[in-house]
């Protein structure tokens, strides 16, 4: 699968290296035009200049008797010449030139108008009927100089202009970005039974539609979901009927046999149908705790439900005081469904006090930072056996009743509702025992 390209990249260089462009493409344009007014204006220069020397040289010609013999111009001082000329006949025989011409820079025979060498710009003016043509020649070398100088101050600022473009361009991009990278993120964090809409007022208006469609998305597969965990609930109730009136009968079966063998054959019926009753609401539970709705749309206190919880089970359980409750002076605050709670917590203590040291306490401890320990003595677990405890129908080693399904189900719950379970054998600070750590996250969930 090729990597995915990120948009915020793709607009940052893309705007960036297209203004650099623009500017570059502005400046080369800049460049063209000065160079033809510059060309105009030198071309310009070179016809006056040829026009006002034409009248001078003719007189000193002539003065000389037309002997043939070249002449240069006396020059008062030493210098260098931007512009050279030579006045020559239409054979092509120098009667005059400046003290820096060079006949080699000239063509062989002089010609009126503008014309252009490897290395020289000429015009030539001709005088006397024709039979004397100055040139005026002007070194290319000098014209690309004079057009350089105003283009380098337009293509030096491009080395920092791209650098800094960059920089802001991507600033920019990102910032404006800023309200889809938070709908990814809360999306991303949402844990499998969070199928709450999604907030989508922070979005752009192009992509508000992404964030309906994805809200009505959720929409239908919670529907879905809910219409699954309904079937799965409606027939683990059908099934839990008949369990129990089968129950019935075989407990006053019992009460009514004759001492003799069918005593302890009906009294294993009962305790098979007890576990079977038990695998029914476990399979219940891991329904719901598979479903949707673990998770509220704000943070509530579940302090209340945990005292709940043990009270019940200290009494439902014969539990007495093995269950100690351990409070800190922080809440115990979560977006987690009560009523998932209520199922998580149980089977952590359920599972703390079958398969714990019966003689010992069980301990659950409520720490800061939305931490809640469950703590039982015991032998340790060991760690190849400790990793699958998660997994369904795992136990380890046991020989107290149980489906092994109560952390799954605590499992599958803390997942579904964003939060972690963590599993230690021995439990921290001690040397054996063991200890459900659940990590509620505050009132994030």
């Known amino acids: 699968m090729s990597e995915r390209r990120s948009l915020q990249r793709r607009l940052a260089l893309g705007l960036a290296f297209g203004v650099a462009l623009l500017w570059l493409v502005a400046a080369i344009g800049a460049g063209l035009v000065v160079r033809h007014e510059l060309d105009e204006a030198l071309d310009s220069a070179l016809q006056e200049t040829a026009q006002r020397l034409l009248p001078l040289a003719v007189p000193a010609i002539l003065e000389r008797g037309m002997t043939g013999l070249p002449h240069e111009a006396i020059a008062m001082r030493a210098h260098r010449e931007f512009l050279t000329y030579l006045v020559r006949d239409p054979a092509g025989r120098v009667l005059l030139k400046s003290h820096d011409a060079d006949p080699a820079h000239f063509p062989a025979v002089p010609r009126a108008g503008f014309s252009t060498t490897a290395t020289h710009r ?18 290319l070398a000098d014209r690309r100089r004079a057009i350089m100088e105003p283009l380098v101050p337009l293509l030096l600022p491009l080395l920092a202009f791209i650098p800094l473009s960059l920089g802001g361009v991507w600033w920019f991009v990102r910032h404006s970005l800023r309200p889809v990278a938070a709908f990814n993120a809360e999306v991303e964090r949402r844990g499998g039974g969070d199928l709450t809409p999604v907030a989508d007022d922070t979005l752009p208006a192009e ?10 998305l959720i929409a239908r597969l919670g529907a879905a979901i809910e ?32 001492p ?18 038990t695998l029914s609401e476990k399979l219940l539970q891991l329904a719901k705790a598979e479903g949707v709705g673990l998770v509220r749309e704000e943070p509530g206190d579940l302090a209340p439900v945990l005292a709940f919880l043990v009270d019940e089970m200290r009494r439902a359980e014969n539990a007495g005081e093995r269950l100690r409750v351990h409070k800190s002076d922080d809440q115990l605050v979560s977006r987690i469904d009560p009523d998932a709670f209520a199922i998580l917590l149980r089977n952590l203590i359920e599972n703390a006090l079958k398969h714990g040291d019966p003689a010992a306490p069980v301990d659950i401890v409520v720490a800061a930072g939305g931490v809640l320990r469950v703590v039982n003595a015991g032998p340790v677990v060991p760690a190849a056996q400790l990793g699958r405890l998660k997994d369904r129908f795992e136990r380890a080693g046991t020989g107290a009743n149980g489906a092994g399904l109560g952390l799954a189900i605590a499992e ?32 994030s969930a």
């Open 207 to 216: 992509l508000r539609p992404i964030a309906e469609a994805i809200n009505r």
């Open 412 to 443: 599958a719950i803390a997942a579904g509702a964003g939060c972690r379970l963590e599993l230690f054998s021995p439990a921290p600070g001690r040397d054996d025992g063991f200890e459900a750590r659940l990590l509620l996250g505050g009132g």
């Open 260 to 277: 003799g063998p069918l005593g302890p054959r009906a009294r294993r019926i009962e305790r098979s149908l007890h576990d079977l009753a």
């Open 227 to 258: 219409a699954e965990r309904s079937f799965t609930a409606n027939s683990a109730h059908e099934i839990r009927t008949p369990i129990a009136a089968a129950l019935a009968q075989t407990q006053r079966l019992i009460a009514e046999v004759e």
């Open 122 to 139: 000429l015009y030539g003016e001709a005088g006397v009927s024709g039979t004397m043509i100055l040139e005026v020649a002007e070194p």
